[in-house]
Each structure stands twice: as structure tokens, then as C-alpha cells.
């Protein structure tokens, strides 16, 4: 797919405005209100969010796109109805109301960060039948705000050697289904300017777990050939892993507890901008929405994730 460099340098600095440390507030399409603190792209700070009749609905803290600490939830009426301590988003103790030891077991185990001998943390086992809703989205990770990602172009060297030594399958971007891998060969690593990444993603709700996930799908390096900018392969994210998890970071130069390229994916220390979401036309967000509203518009979508894991959590 091709697309004009005017488009790929307006991606690039969508959401500029939301990366200053600062509390904002944005409403949502149900009138929900969210109060939020970013520190370069990531939530980092204070975050809470109010019904449409002005009643708390969740309040609780971020570090680095993580829940932490204390989170309560309230129904719409004000009453307090369930609070959570969290160690990261999808581990935490239900510290009231309090539940049966079992399920208990399940929502605070399911994501021990220990990790496997590949060097990658295990993802939780998920069942179609546990899933409530999904829904999947696409970004673009701007280089200036992932250092780790681009930094010596770590993440395209760890792509470009694993498809030359065959340990990591290319696809061509058409290639919806990812069935047929390209030769090693058939990858032009000499032409062109890597601009960017563009992730596929999936959010669901997981009701055994009672937790919202984004996965990764696919990862796709986006590069500049002359005057055309041009998706040059795409790799499926779990396939890719173990090489992911091979290529540690320098963590001196960054606050990231991340190890290596997979820890940041694993742990979504990375800063992303949506521009295209799953609806009936299956259309960009662009394509919908004026451009002088493209920023609140994906970053609307972003915290609308959130606030269905916010309300999911009264759900039995």
C-alpha cells in the first residue's frame, strides 16, 4: 500500500499535544468525563473518570501505561462497589467486595511476570467463550517518542536478522491471513528510509480474569522510497517473540523497567497512536472524521478501552 508522505508525516506528529506531563480531561462519546496525567505518551499519574451525571465512576493511579495501587470503583448512583489493588494491569487482589478463594486464585495468578526460558514473559490462557467484547485497532509508533525502539534501529535489525538467518517469517502486507512467508530474499533491505512501525492490535475483555488485554497481532516497518511511503513487511508478533526477547535494552538511558524489545511490548511501555478501529465500514479514522478532530478522536478511542474494563468490572 502506498501512501503520500504528506499523510505518514501528519501520523507521525499525531497527539503531540497529549505528550506534555499535565492532567487533561477529555469526554466521551457517553458522556463519560476522564481526567488523565500523560508523561511522554504513557498514562503516568492520577486517572479518574465521571458519569454523565457527574458521579465518580473510577479512580486510581498509572506508571507507565500500568494500573498501580489502589483503584476503586463506584456505580452510577455514588456507591462504592469494588475496589482493587494492582500490580500492574492484569495483576491484582479484589480487596473488596471480597471473592471466593478460587476465583480469587485465577484473576491474581494469571500473570505472574516471571519469565519463560525464552526470556519472554507468558502470555494468560484465554477461552472464545470467556471473551464479553473485542475490538481491533491499528497505531503507529512515532520514533521520537520510542527511543528504546529506534535507537540504533534495534527493532528493524532484530527483524532484518532473523528473516535473513530464517528464524523469523516476512509476509507480504497484503497478506491478510499470513499464509504464504516471503523468501529472505524477496525482502528489499538495501532501498529506502524507515519512518516508522505500525502495530495491529486486539483489545477483549476477559471475564474469568476480569481484565481488558491489547495484544499485538502484526508489526509492520513503514519506509520512505523516494516519494512514496510503503509498508514493507508485516511479522506476526507471536511468532517473533523469542528473537524480540534476545535483543536486550540499555536500560540507562531510559526509566522503563523493560529488558528487552518484547518486555516493552509484553508490558505496552511504548507510545502509540491509533488511527484506525473496527467498525461497520472498516474505514480509517481519517476517513470519517474531520482532520482538525483526528487527535481527540483516536485518543477517544483509546480511553474508551479503558472505561469498558472500568465498567466490566461490576460484570459476574
Known sequence: MHLKTACSFALAFLFTAFLLQAQETILLKDQTKVIYTMNAGRLDGEYTSYYANGQLKASGH???????????????????KVVREYKSSQQFDQVYPHEPTERKAIATNAYELEKMENNCYPFASIEAGNILWS?????VLPKEENPLLYENNLLFNTLKEGIEDRTVFAYHPSDEILASPLKHDQVDFKNGELLYFKTKEEAFYDKTRKVTE????????????????????????????????????????????????????YLRDFYGEIYKVTNSYNKPLKAYTPSDQLQEAALRKYFEFIELTNRMVFEE
Open 214 to 265: 491489547m495484544r499485538i497481532v502484526t508489526l509492520v516497518p513503514v519506509v520512505k522510497i523516494e516519494n512514496d511511503t510503503i509498508d514493507l513487511f508485516t511479522v506476526y508478533y507471536p511468532e517473533i517473540r523469542e528473537q524480540l526477547g534476545q535483543a536486550s535494552l540499555q536500560p540507562q538511558k531510559s526509566q522503563s523497567i523493560a529488558e528487552s524489545l518484547d518486555d516493552l511490548f
Open 135 to 139: 475490538s481491533r485497532f491499528w497505531q
Open 62 to 80: 498509572y506508571r507507565a501505561n500500568q494500573r498501580i495501587g489502589e483503584w476503586t470503583f463506584y456505580t452510577e448512583d455514588g456507591e462504592e
